[in-house]
């Protein structure tokens, strides 16, 4: 662990630096991308299971748990629009809608129309919702505060970056092969 994170940090401080380039390889990856590449692989499944864990003690599905999560995290207590939270978890509106309402019927978000714009939908957690997930908040501390342990903000700020960087690289990665 302490060498993957000297690693990270050392790549981090590289790309503040020079901007990434391509590797030199035949294959266009060096080995530590591509083990980068897996170890995000194997955090999205223990992201997904421990997503799994606390959807299930909710009451709901892995992703109307983002969905609730994302509300919580984006609401400033004025509602958050769909296009917002769809944007945030990078899923379709549409999707994002349908399992709203779905939420809502079960009593987990309320759903309104927003006073400035009519074709705005503009979700907030139910009381109900928000008295369940701070019955699970002490032991959601305890896990995220297990997960992140051995690093620093600083460490943690520098990660997040990287990551962030790669996320947007990815991100543009996907429009260039849609276009081919």
Do not use: C
């Amino acid at each position: 662990m302490a060498r993957e994170i000297k690693s990270v940090k050392r790549r981090a401080k590289q790309s503040k630096i020079n901007p990434p380039q391509p590797s030199a390889t035949a294959s266009g990856i060096d080995e530590s991308s591509r083990e980068l590449v897996w170890d995000i692989f194997a955090i999205s499944s223990h992201l997904a299971e421990v997503r799994r864990v606390w959807a299930t003690t909710l009451g709901v599905s892995g992703p109307q748990w983002l969905i609730l999560m994302a509300v919580d995290y984006l609401d400033e207590r004025n509602g958050v629009s769909v296009g917002t939270v769809s944007a945030k978890l990078h899923v379709n509106q549409t999707f994002v809608v349908a399992q709203s309402k779905a939420l809502e019927a079960e009593g987990y978000l309320t759903r309104r129309n927003s006073e400035k714009d009519a074709r705005v939908v503009l979700m907030s957690l139910t009381d109900q919702t928000r008295r369940k997930l701070a019955a699970i908040a002490p032991r959601r501390r305890e896990v995220n505060d297990f997960i992140f342990s051995q690093l620093d903000s600083a460490t943690m700020k520098k990660v997040s970056q990287a990551i962030s960087l790669i996320r947007t690289q990815l991100e543009r990665a996907v429009i260039l092969l849609a276009k081919k």
